[in-house]
């Protein structure tokens, strides 16, 4: 059973910064190889969940791991309020139609948990409906991997409260990061504890695991993240298809 509170937000004090960043430059390298071979190959596909709190680094997460990858067979997607024509249809409908196919990777920045967290924390939904839409995203990310043969690949960002006050703070302190600032992310940070509550169900209620990223360092999130995904491709084990021998010969 996942506690939060237990799990800490910093980076290990046996890992430098520098150390870190250029672990990663290789990683990047890697990871954009490899997503060219998962385009080549058409056999499998990824799915990459960010969730976490106001400011703790959804969008960088993107930025930073893909780095120098081909944009040929990666698609992102932003989840805010449902649309008027999302709203007329199920919770997953909007999601559904997004999910990846075979050979292509696609990230959702928030996602189709928000409808069991920011939901279930303004008391829009109730919670028996909380606990059948938990049943609804475990059958649904279930259909995508055996289904489809797509990987899903959920990252917790796991902010501290102190981080998160400096960040928001920056927004409004620093000109060029002014149109970061959402008066509604002070309104959300007030109900903190009952968001921590929120993602403790969601993570301890998954059936496909999720991996907590401890994100107060922004460089050791970056590391964090990128090796895990690195790592989940390298299990492909992808190759880059050959010519059929058969069909083309050297005369």
């Not at 237990?6 to 150390?19: F, G, Q, Y």
């Not at 791991?65 to 990666?74: A, C, K, L, M, Y």
Request: aromatic share 10%; hydrophobic share 35%.
């Amino acid at each position: 059973m996942v506690r939060l509170s237990k799990v800490s937000t910093k980076a290990p004090k046996n890992i430098t910064k520098d150390w870190a960043k250029s672990e990663l430059r290789k990683m990047n390298k890697e990871i954009a190889d490899l997503l060219l071979k998962m385009y080549a190959e058409q056999k499998h596909s990824l799915l990459i969940v960010f969730q976490g709190m106001d400011s703790s680094g959804k969008d960088g997460s993107v930025k930073n791991v893909f780095r120098g990858s081909s944009p040929i067979n990666i698609s992102a997607r932003s989840f805010k309020k449902p649309s008027k024509e999302e709203f007329a249809h199920d919770f997953l409908w909007r999601c559904h139609k997004l999910a990846p196919a075979k050979g292509h990777v696609q990230l959702f920045v928030r996602s189709h948990y928000e409808d069991i967290l920011i939901q279930r924390v303004h008391k829009w939904i109730t919670p028996k409906k909380v606990a059948n839409r938990m049943k609804a995203i475990n059958a649904w990310e279930e259909l995508l991997r055996d289904d489809n043969n797509t990987t899903v690949l959920k990252f917790f960002l796991h902010l501290s409260k102190e981080r998160q006050l400096e960040k928001l703070t920056e927004r409004l302190e620093t000109p060029e990061k002014n149109w970061k600032h959402k008066d509604g992310d002070w309104d959300e940070r007030k109900k903190w504890n009952d968001y921590m509550k929120a993602y403790e169900y969601a993570i301890n209620n998954s059936t496909i695991p999720w991996t907590i990223v401890p994100v107060d360092s922004r460089w050791y999130r970056n590391y964090f993240i990128a090796k895990e995904v690195l790592s989940t491709l390298k299990k492909m084990k992808m190759k880059l298809p050959g010519l059929d021998s058969e069909r083309f010969t050297k005369n």
